[in-house]
Each structure stands twice: as C-alpha cells, then as structure tokens.
C-alpha cells in the first residue's frame, strides 16, 4: 500500500461543476503539498497545508490531521483547470526534506 | 524575479552518451532537489543538495548518476553512459531554507529522450 493515496485516478467533469479530490496518506507528516502539473509538464505547488483550510482563488484546500486526509476543491470549474493534481507529504521524521508523493489525479474539464 | 530555471527543456541523447542537465535556482534559495518522473509514473526524489553539499543522494542509482551543486553556478545531474531506462523528465525544485515546512518552487524540467 502506498503511503500517499489520491483519489480519483482520474476525473472528467463540465465546466462550472464543483470538483472534489482526495489524498489520504498514513505517515506522520509536519506538512501537505498540492501542486498542480499542466500537460506541458511544468509543476506549481498550489498549497502547503499543516492544518486547517487554505483558499487562493476557486481553490480550496483542506487538511483533517486526526484522520490523515486532505480535499482539494476547484469551484465553478473551467477547461484551463485541466491538469494533473498531485498531493505529497513532507514526513515529519528525520528525513523531513523529502516529499513522498500521491501519484497524481488527472482532471479533464469539458467546456 | 526569475524562478527556476532548467535547461535544456528538451534533450535527445544516444545509448553511452553523457547527459548533463541544469537547474539554476530561485535567487536567495540554496536548497536543492532533483525529481525523476518517469512516462504515467509519479515523482520520485533522487537528490538533495545545499551548496556544494549533497545532503541526500538515497533516490540516486549508485551508478552512472551524480548531482553537484557548486558555490558558483547551476546544480548539475550527470548521467553518464545513458541507456534507454533513463528516458524521463528531470525536474528540480528549490527552497529558501530548511525546508521543514517551505514552499517549493519548480523548474519546467528536462525531458531526456535516450534513442
């Protein structure tokens, strides 16, 4: 089992729809990461979280400590949405530098 | 304020052959990380380094690769001798300091193709 889960794999959804995606992970972590990697490969970290709730934009990102899952949620969604979401965790041990990764959510949003 | 910069974007290398890529970081960051994706595949950590320091190399094949990051200068991922399994995209990453809980900012990578 992984120590990063994402869910869904895989997502299509309309545009204006409300997207939802899920990251449970099963190590101590001091910090969560939510980037963003659009088809041409360039990666943006769009949160880092240790608790609580993060907004920037149509983005929203939550963070349950005690049930070790985070949400990333997109309102009124819109094609140039369409990216891979990755989620990774920053262990809280001693290697804490090292980021151990979801494997990512594809969302295509349809105009 | 530029961000970090990777270059190539692009590099086409034949089987044996060197490739060397570039990651100059965010101006004031002295931390660096080198990330593998392989095709489908999620990041995987190859290596840390601050300045002329490697502090982590654990994601690193034994052989054939070797990172640096100078006082002066990019950091540098040498792969030597590349065979056709070292066809990924190379991205770095960089923070400003110890990076229990930084941000990290991300070049747009090296997409190595081995023919």
């Known amino acids: 089992k992984n120590e990063v889960e994402q869910s869904p794999q895989n997502l299509t959804a309309q545009e204006g729809e409300f997207i939802t995606i899920n990251c449970s992970y099963s190590?101590?972590?001091?910090?969560l990461h939510w980037l963003q990697q659009h088809p041409g490969g360039g990666i943006v970290s769009l949160f880092m979280?240790?608790?609580?709730?993060k907004k920037h934009g149509r983005l929203i990102a939550t963070i349950n400590i005690q049930e070790k899952h985070s949400s990333l949620h997109i309102t009124a969604s819109h094609p140039r949405d369409s990216a891979v979401y990755i989620c990774?965790?920053?262990?809280?041990?001693?290697?804490?530098?090292?980021?151990?990764w979801g494997a990512g959510t594809k969302l295509i949003i349809k105009p | 304020n530029a961000g970090v910069m990777q270059n190539p974007r692009h590099l086409v290398r034949r089987r044996g052959q060197e490739a060397r890529l570039r990651c100059s970081p965010m101006k004031g960051h002295s931390h660096v990380y080198w990330y593998r994706q392989l095709p489908e595949e999620g990041l995987k950590f190859m290596v840390y380094?601050?300045?002329?320091?490697?502090?982590?190399e654990s994601g690193m094949p034994k052989e054939r690769f070797s990172a640096e990051f100078p006082k002066e200068g990019p950091s540098i991922l040498r792969i030597q001798q590349v065979v056709r399994g070292d066809s990924a995209a190379y991205f770095c990453?960089?923070?400003?300091?110890?990076?229990?809980?930084?941000?990290?900012?991300f070049g747009s990578g090296t997409q190595l193709s081995v023919l």
């Open positions: 979280l240790s608790s609580g709730k």
């Open positions: 190590v101590g972590i001091s910090a």
């Open positions: 380094l601050q300045k002329e320091n490697i502090i982590d």
């Open positions: 990774a965790v920053r262990s809280g041990g001693d290697s804490n530098y090292q980021l151990i």
């Open positions: 990453a960089s923070s400003p300091a110890h990076p229990t809980n930084e941000k990290l900012f």
